[in-house]
Protein backbone atom coordinates (compact mmCIF):
# COMPACT_ATOMS: atom_id res chain seq x y z
CA UNK A 1 0.00 0.00 0.00
CA UNK A 2 1.07 3.79 -0.08
CA UNK A 3 3.40 4.72 2.65
CA UNK A 4 5.91 7.38 3.85
CA UNK A 5 9.18 6.43 5.29
CA UNK A 6 12.48 7.52 6.59
CA UNK A 7 15.78 6.43 5.41
CA UNK A 8 17.49 7.30 9.16
CA UNK A 9 15.69 6.34 12.34
CA UNK A 10 18.58 8.45 14.29
CA UNK A 11 20.95 11.12 13.42
CA UNK A 12 23.62 12.70 15.71
CA UNK A 13 25.47 16.14 14.94
CA UNK A 14 27.08 18.47 16.49
CA UNK A 15 26.07 21.56 17.77
CA UNK A 16 26.55 24.32 15.44
CA UNK A 17 26.47 21.93 11.98
CA UNK A 18 24.09 21.31 9.62
CA UNK A 19 21.38 18.44 10.11
CA UNK A 20 19.98 17.13 6.57
CA UNK A 21 16.51 14.86 7.80
CA UNK A 22 14.96 12.42 4.73
CA UNK A 23 12.10 10.94 3.88
CA UNK A 24 11.06 8.88 0.74
CA UNK A 25 7.17 9.15 -0.10
CA UNK A 26 5.40 6.28 -2.44
CA UNK A 27 2.34 8.28 -3.01
CA UNK A 28 2.57 10.66 -6.23
CA UNK A 29 -0.79 11.95 -5.85
CA UNK A 30 0.11 13.46 -2.39
CA UNK A 31 -0.42 17.82 -2.59
CA UNK A 32 1.21 18.74 0.50
CA UNK A 33 4.07 17.25 2.40
CA UNK A 34 4.78 18.99 6.44
CA UNK A 35 7.59 18.29 8.89
CA UNK A 36 6.66 17.89 12.36
CA UNK A 37 9.44 18.31 15.08
CA UNK A 38 8.17 16.17 18.58
CA UNK A 39 9.93 16.95 21.63
CA UNK A 40 9.64 14.69 24.20
CA UNK A 41 6.62 14.63 26.38
CA UNK A 42 4.80 16.93 23.77
CA UNK A 43 2.72 16.93 20.78
CA UNK A 44 3.89 17.33 17.38
CA UNK A 45 5.28 21.12 16.23
CA UNK A 46 4.48 22.25 12.77
CA UNK A 47 7.44 23.35 11.28
CA UNK A 48 6.99 23.59 7.84
CA UNK A 49 5.32 22.49 4.82
CA UNK A 50 6.01 22.03 0.84
CA UNK A 51 3.13 22.16 -2.31
CA UNK A 52 4.00 18.96 -4.48
CA UNK A 53 4.39 21.41 -7.09
CA UNK A 54 7.26 23.37 -5.28
CA UNK A 55 10.90 22.07 -5.42
CA UNK A 56 12.10 24.01 -2.60
CA UNK A 57 10.56 26.30 0.14
CA UNK A 58 12.88 28.18 3.00
CA UNK A 59 12.05 28.88 6.73
CA UNK A 60 13.94 30.18 9.42
CA UNK A 61 17.10 27.76 10.11
CA UNK A 62 14.79 25.65 7.73
CA UNK A 63 14.76 24.25 4.42
CA UNK A 64 12.24 21.83 2.92
CA UNK A 65 13.57 20.21 -0.88
CA UNK A 66 11.10 17.65 -2.64
CA UNK A 67 12.23 15.72 -5.59
CA UNK A 68 9.64 14.51 -6.96
CA UNK A 69 11.34 12.30 -10.00
CA UNK A 70 12.80 9.75 -6.84
CA UNK A 71 9.34 10.72 -4.50
CA UNK A 72 12.00 11.88 -1.48
CA UNK A 73 11.49 14.96 0.76
CA UNK A 74 14.04 16.28 2.85
CA UNK A 75 14.53 18.76 5.87
CA UNK A 76 17.69 20.47 6.64
CA UNK A 77 18.34 22.53 9.43
CA UNK A 78 21.07 25.04 10.11
CA UNK A 79 23.24 25.56 12.68
CA UNK A 80 21.87 22.83 14.65
CA UNK A 81 20.99 23.83 18.04
CA UNK A 82 20.79 21.58 21.49
CA UNK A 83 16.78 22.78 21.15
CA UNK A 84 16.45 21.09 18.04
CA UNK A 85 16.89 17.82 19.66
CA UNK A 86 13.54 15.98 19.06
CA UNK A 87 12.43 13.35 17.11
CA UNK A 88 11.25 14.34 12.85
CA UNK A 89 8.62 13.26 11.14
CA UNK A 90 7.09 13.78 7.57
CA UNK A 91 4.05 13.54 6.57
CA UNK A 92 1.98 13.83 3.31
CA UNK A 93 -1.39 15.08 3.31
CA UNK A 94 -3.57 13.66 0.29
CA UNK A 95 -7.54 14.36 -0.24
CA UNK A 96 -9.73 11.80 1.16
CA UNK A 97 -12.71 12.50 -0.54
CA UNK A 98 -14.31 15.52 -1.53
CA UNK A 99 -12.47 18.49 -0.35
CA UNK A 100 -10.73 16.86 2.92
CA UNK A 101 -7.73 15.93 3.45
CA UNK A 102 -6.14 13.39 5.06
CA UNK A 103 -2.85 13.30 6.82
CA UNK A 104 0.04 9.56 6.71
CA UNK A 105 2.70 9.95 9.21
CA UNK A 106 6.37 8.45 8.59
CA UNK A 107 8.12 6.66 11.41
CA UNK A 108 10.25 9.79 12.59
CA UNK A 109 13.81 9.76 12.74
CA UNK A 110 15.57 11.08 16.52
CA UNK A 111 17.78 13.91 16.27
CA UNK A 112 20.57 14.30 19.18
CA UNK A 113 22.29 17.49 19.03
CA UNK A 114 25.37 17.34 21.23
CA UNK A 115 26.87 20.70 22.61
CA UNK B 1 -1.53 28.70 14.60
CA UNK B 2 -4.29 28.05 17.58
CA UNK B 3 -4.11 27.26 21.36
CA UNK B 4 -4.87 23.41 21.46
CA UNK B 5 -5.42 22.18 24.54
CA UNK B 6 -6.18 18.55 25.96
CA UNK B 7 -7.61 17.67 29.26
CA UNK B 8 -6.64 14.93 30.97
CA UNK B 9 -2.63 15.67 30.34
CA UNK B 10 -2.29 12.22 31.46
CA UNK B 11 -3.75 9.11 33.31
CA UNK B 12 -3.69 5.94 34.93
CA UNK B 13 -6.27 3.88 34.38
CA UNK B 14 -7.94 -0.06 35.01
CA UNK B 15 -8.76 -2.60 32.73
CA UNK B 16 -12.66 -2.54 31.53
CA UNK B 17 -12.69 1.11 32.28
CA UNK B 18 -13.82 4.14 30.00
CA UNK B 19 -12.19 7.51 29.69
CA UNK B 20 -13.18 10.36 27.79
CA UNK B 21 -10.47 12.86 26.48
CA UNK B 22 -11.45 16.24 25.60
CA UNK B 23 -10.13 19.00 22.89
CA UNK B 24 -10.44 22.72 23.07
CA UNK B 25 -9.25 24.79 20.58
CA UNK B 26 -9.40 28.77 20.53
CA UNK B 27 -11.15 29.41 17.57
CA UNK B 28 -13.59 28.10 15.82
CA UNK B 29 -12.75 25.23 13.12
CA UNK B 30 -14.85 22.58 10.86
CA UNK B 31 -11.79 19.71 10.96
CA UNK B 32 -10.81 18.45 14.32
CA UNK B 33 -9.11 14.80 14.07
CA UNK B 34 -7.77 12.33 17.00
CA UNK B 35 -4.68 10.03 16.81
CA UNK B 36 -3.14 7.77 18.38
CA UNK B 37 0.83 7.18 18.79
CA UNK B 38 1.79 4.31 20.60
CA UNK B 39 4.90 4.14 22.34
CA UNK B 40 8.27 5.09 20.30
CA UNK B 41 5.70 4.79 17.30
CA UNK B 42 4.33 7.16 14.56
CA UNK B 43 1.35 9.00 14.51
CA UNK B 44 -2.06 6.84 13.36
CA UNK B 45 -5.02 8.59 12.68
CA UNK B 46 -8.47 7.45 14.54
CA UNK B 47 -10.97 9.45 12.71
CA UNK B 48 -12.10 12.66 11.51
CA UNK B 49 -14.90 14.30 13.41
CA UNK B 50 -16.54 17.30 11.33
CA UNK B 51 -19.19 19.50 13.36
CA UNK B 52 -22.57 18.55 12.64
CA UNK B 53 -21.96 15.07 10.91
CA UNK B 54 -20.75 11.64 12.74
CA UNK B 55 -17.64 11.03 12.72
CA UNK B 56 -15.43 9.11 9.98
CA UNK B 57 -13.41 6.43 11.45
CA UNK B 58 -10.25 4.69 10.04
CA UNK B 59 -9.82 1.20 9.06
CA UNK B 60 -9.06 -0.44 12.44
CA UNK B 61 -11.11 1.91 14.58
CA UNK B 62 -14.57 1.59 15.36
CA UNK B 63 -17.32 3.79 17.12
CA UNK B 64 -18.33 1.30 19.97
CA UNK B 65 -14.28 1.34 21.05
CA UNK B 66 -13.58 4.58 20.38
CA UNK B 67 -17.08 7.32 20.12
CA UNK B 68 -16.62 10.69 19.59
CA UNK B 69 -18.43 13.98 19.96
CA UNK B 70 -18.22 17.01 18.24
CA UNK B 71 -20.97 19.17 19.54
CA UNK B 72 -19.75 23.12 18.31
CA UNK B 73 -16.78 24.31 16.23
CA UNK B 74 -14.25 24.64 19.36
CA UNK B 75 -14.76 21.30 20.82
CA UNK B 76 -14.54 17.49 20.66
CA UNK B 77 -14.34 14.84 23.01
CA UNK B 78 -12.64 11.08 22.55
CA UNK B 79 -13.70 7.77 24.98
CA UNK B 80 -11.64 5.19 24.92
CA UNK B 81 -13.87 2.38 26.11
CA UNK B 82 -13.36 -0.75 27.90
CA UNK B 83 -9.82 -0.49 27.90
CA UNK B 84 -7.25 -2.88 27.87
CA UNK B 85 -3.20 -2.31 28.50
CA UNK B 86 -3.29 -2.59 24.69
CA UNK B 87 -4.93 0.63 24.63
CA UNK B 88 -1.70 2.56 26.69
CA UNK B 89 -0.99 5.15 23.98
CA UNK B 90 -0.80 8.85 23.68
CA UNK B 91 -3.42 10.39 22.29
CA UNK B 92 -3.65 13.59 20.34
CA UNK B 93 -6.12 15.76 18.83
CA UNK B 94 -5.30 17.93 16.16
CA UNK B 95 -7.46 21.14 14.22
CA UNK B 96 -7.05 22.18 10.47
CA UNK B 97 -6.81 25.87 10.49
CA UNK B 98 -5.59 25.90 7.01
CA UNK B 99 -5.98 24.09 3.56
CA UNK B 100 -4.25 20.86 4.31
CA UNK B 101 -2.03 21.80 7.58
CA UNK B 102 -3.04 20.16 10.81
CA UNK B 103 -2.07 21.97 14.20
CA UNK B 104 -1.75 19.26 17.27
CA UNK B 105 -2.47 19.63 21.03
CA UNK B 106 -0.08 18.54 23.54
CA UNK B 107 -1.45 14.77 24.11
CA UNK B 108 -3.62 12.71 26.73
CA UNK B 109 -0.58 10.08 27.94
CA UNK B 110 -2.88 7.07 29.36
CA UNK B 111 -1.23 3.86 31.10
CA UNK B 112 -3.80 1.05 31.51
CA UNK B 113 -3.32 -1.52 33.94
Known amino acids: GESVGLHLPTLSVQEGDNSIINCAYS??????FIWYKQESGKGPQFIID?????DKRQGQRVTVLLNKTVKHLSLQIAATQPGDSAVYFC??????????????FGKGTLLTVNP | SAVISQKPSRDICQRGTSLTIQCQVD?????MFWYRQQPGQSLTLIAT?????????ESGFVIDKFPISRPNLTFSTLTVSNMSPEDSSIYLC??????????FGPGTRLLVL
Open chain 2, 94 to 103: SVELTVATQY
Open chain 1, 27 to 32: NSASDY
Open chain 1, 50 to 54: IRSNM
Open chain 1, 91 to 104: AENMRSGGSNYKLT
Open chain 2, 27 to 31: SQVTM
Open chain 2, 49 to 57: ANQGSEATY
